[in-house]
């Protein structure tokens, strides 16, 4: 029986079960990192599946051995900057491209989007060379001002921008508001819940980078949690519990972020879906 000809209560039970092995799939891997963070040393390979022994020591030591409190702060502001100045310049750019006229707007905007299909790795060369060129090896510049914009967040915002109807931007200039009051007034407070779900997207793209921090930082104190978490493995290759204890440390922010913002990202996902 088809499932779409199948009675409600079947439709369901398939739906749920489909969802309950899909989950456990991708929450195993987690599962046994867990177990594997939280036994000692000598027991991480007996019963690997099974949660036989438990000390909270490994986090204290991955915590201090792999100096992740000085990393995880780098990490943050790194986060925090280029999240917070994605937002400015994907607000500007994408108010530009939705209400300003230019000449060649369009063309513009297509040379503009074409920068999704070139991939980071592209880049690397040059732009380490420019960040070296700069002298902003081993700094915060170095490893935000790469991506203090971004094409996609650009897009995702003038496609919100673009349902904004004609009318409140007429009655606006009625009142005597510029292009800088409809933006602060208008614009921004009706796509808020796109620019929420954008900020997360940024914050965890940007937490999560590992390839062009591991090329410009060489100095241990300028490490981000995802490099720092690179040298314990190297260092303690006998412990792969206390690696395993860095990954949690390192995942617990992320999670607390998308609990937090969990309602935001839904918003925003959803924000235009549904027209009136």
Known sequence: ?????????????????????????????????????????????????????????????????????????????????????????????????????????????????????????????INRRTIDSLGWLNSFQGLTVPFIATAFGTFLLRQVFMQIPPDLREAAQMDGLGHWGFMKEVAIPLVRPTLGALGLFSFLASWNQYLWPSLITTEDDMNTVQTGLRHLASSDLDKPNLIMAGTIIAAVPILIVLVVFQKQLVRGLTAGAVKG
């Open 1 to 125: 029986m088809a499932l779409d000809t199948a009675p409600k209560g079947w439709r369901s039970f398939a739906r749920y079960s489909m969802l309950t092995i899909v989950a456990l799939f991708i929450l195993f891997p987690v599962y046994t990192t867990v177990i594997a963070a939280l036994k000692p040393g000598n027991k991480v390979l007996d019963n690997p599946l099974l949660p036989n022994a438990f000390t909270l020591d490994v986090l204290k030591n991955a915590w201090t051995e792999g100096r992740l409190g000085r990393y995880l702060m780098n990490t943050t502001v790194v986060a925090l900057i280029i999240t917070s100045v994605q937002l400015v310049t994907s607000i500007a750019s994408a108010y530009a491209f939705s209400f300003l006229k230019f000449p060649l707007k369009r063309l513009v905007f297509g040379i503009f989007l074409s920068t999704l299909l070139v991939p980071l790795e592209v880049t690397l060369v």
